[in-house]
């Protein structure tokens, strides 16, 4: 895998600087792309001091022309993208219910199904499924004719069994599940493998005030998730890299295409009895 180019979108969270700091022991030259473009900086700075070779370009993966002009200069920098992460993603509060089933009769202002942000859901299924085809669309192109290129995007566990009270980010992990297993047989032929990673639940800086109280206490949502996963823990980031490096090693996984791995601790295998 050395000197094969990889690309990561929102490589500045948690999940993915990971991914970022495990491509970059190959050998392979890494661009982390992330609106937050501080945060894949400090990334990219870190992965440099332990002789790695990283850049970091503050990128919106729903604009285009953005798109077009930071797939340039890593061009320029690092030469065409042989492997494409696409990690960027996430949920907003505007798209998320109150409750997690609809009660009629409560009269307190809360806010259902009914007063869902359609701007706000709208936003949601835009970042996590256009997110994934944009950046496939300007990058697979450099793939097309070379050997052991491959596309690795990231689903999740919403896309096996939808959760309550986030019907957008689930609807939108959904889609992009589907949409690996489309792309794995449209690019089959030109050797491109798509496949995709389910992470189970890990904490992150987007869900870290759902599952934890500012004093560290789990929130009830906390105890559902943990009782529903066999294993009574949330994953570790680094739980997350040999999946990783097996999906994007064509030598290890050469004849694997199509595919979403849940990586979970065996929730989308527990039925609750």
């Not at 609106?35 to 002789?51: K, Q, Y």
């Not at 930071?70 to 798209?95: K, M, T, Y």
Request: glycine share 8%.
């Amino acid at each position: 895998m050395k000197n094969q180019v990889v690309v990561i979108t929102g490589a500045g969270g948690v999940l993915c600087s990971a991914f970022a700091r495990e491509m970059a022991k190959t050998g392979s030259p890494v661009a982390l792309l992330d609106l937050n473009e501080s945060a894949a900086a400090t990334v990219a700075e870190e992965i440099n001091r332990n002789g790695g070779r990283a850049a970091a370009y503050r990128t919106d993966v729903l604009d285009p022309s953005q798109m077009e002009t930071v797939h340039e200069d890593i061009f320029r920098q690092f030469g065409p993208c042989r492997i494409l992460i696409n990690g960027a993603g996430g949920n907003h509060p505007n798209s998320t219910t109150d409750q997690e089933e609809f009660q009629p009769d409560v009269t307190e202002e809360i806010k259902t199904f009914f007063d869902l942000d359609r701007d706000g859901f709208d936003f949601v299924f835009r970042l996590n499924m256009m997110g994934t085809l944009l950046p496939t669309q300007i990058f697979a192109r450099d793939m097309i004719g070379s050997e052991g290129c491959c596309i690795l995007n990231i689903s999740s566990m919403n896309a096996f069994r939808p959760l309550t009270k986030i019907p957008a980010y689930s609807a939108a992990k959904s889609a992009v599940s589907n949409f690996t297993q489309w792309l794995a047989v449209h690019f089959a032929s030109q050797g491109i493998r798509v496949n995709a990673i389910a992470p189970g639940f890990f904490i992150t800086n987007q869900n870290r005030a759902l599952l934890f109280t500012e004093d560290g206490t789990p929130t009830p949502r906390t105890e559902k998730i943990l009782n529903a996963t066999p294993m009574k823990r949330f994953g570790r980031p680094e739980e997350l890299l040999g999946t990783l490096r097996w999906l994007t090693d064509d030598t290890a996984s050469g004849f694997v295409t199509g595919i979403v791995v849940p990586v979970d601790g065996g929730f989308s295998a527990y039925s609750g009895v």
